[in-house]
Each structure stands twice: as structure tokens, then as C-alpha cells.
């Protein structure tokens, strides 16, 4: 007998996708992937190669991106990064996610994973291959609102947490208790509500970020 909670389980792909179409934060290397052994060409088989910064696409930082303390990715708890995580959806007029904004978004006390949905999305949605420098990004008091919540992975759909220009504060309040940051995020297709996080995060040694292929099932 098939479990009828199983047959309308949904598998979300929240990850984008990484080619050297990728919109990248300003001064980042572009994405390259490159076949260095090409059958076309000849030889006995594909063999590609991928150069990239490791905040690429949909990616976690560490707390060495921003504390320099080598609390490195490689680290990071897989019991952190998997498991039942909430999607909110943060207004589209809201330009800067604050603790206003969080304490009126109904979180659930006990929320450790929070992914925010928010305008950003649509660039996805639409196919924007430039980057957009008026994102939506979390405000400081909206980081400490989040630490004193209790939140334990904090998840946003553009390629940083912080707003543009003003990535320091935000990541450090994040990552200075050990908060796991999920950046470049696309829930265009997905709607708010309760889901498991898949969320799997090359395991770089040493790095302050990796590239990660992220899922919710709900
Ligand atoms: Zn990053």
C-alpha cells in the first residue's frame, strides 16, 4: 500500500542553475565551464572544467567569509543544513527585510530553518541575467532579530543576505553565533509553508563558502 502523504510529496529544485550565464556579485570571477577533453573534438570522452567564486549561485557561507576564524564550510552540521524548514513570503513592497518586518511575519516560535521569499525571486522567475543591485536583502536589527529568535539556517533568494553595499553587518551578527547562511536561493515556484530542507553544500576544506544543491520536499 502506498502512503498517500508520500504520493503528494513534492520535490522543489530551489538551486539555480550554474553556467556562465549566472548573474555573479560584482568583482566575482564569472562561471567557467569548459570541456578540456572534448569527444567532438575527438577525444574518448567529456571531461569538463569549472572555474568559480565558491559564492556562487545557490551557496552557504561560513563563518570564515566574514569572522577570518576558520570556522570553514567543510564544518558546518549536516543537522543543520537538513531538515524541516519554514518559507515565508516577505511582501513585495518590502525593499529591506527588519525585525518589524520578522516580528510581524507570524514566524513560529522553535523556526530553526528560514527560508524568505521575497521580490527577488521574480528575477529569477524572469530569467535576469544582469545583477540587480537593489535586492532584497536582511537589515542588522533584522539579523539580530533572527540570532535572538533562535534561528539556526537563514535562507534568502538573491546572491547575499545583506543589502548591497552593506554586506558586513548583517553576515557578522549571522555568523559570529554560528548561523548557516543559505544565499541564492530561487523560490519563485514554491509557496509559503512548512517543507524539508535538503540543503547540500560541497564540502570545500578550509572555505568560506561553497556552492550547494538545495531541495525542499512538502
Ligand atoms: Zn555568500
Redesign the pocket.
Known sequence: MIDNAEVYMKIFDISLPVSPKLPV?PGDPPVELELVSSMDAGAHDNISRLACS??TGT???APH?FLNDHRSVDALSLDVLTGPALVIQIPESVDLVTAVILENAAIPSGTSRLLLKTRNSQLWERGEKEFIKDFVGVSLDGAEWLVQAGVKLVGIDY???APYKQSIPT?TALLKPGIV?L??LDLSAVSPGSYDLYCLPLKLVGS??APARAILIG
Open positions: 556579485w565558491v559564492h551557496h552557504v557561507d567569509h546572491l547575499s543576505i553576515h547562511i544565499e541564492g568560506d563558502g
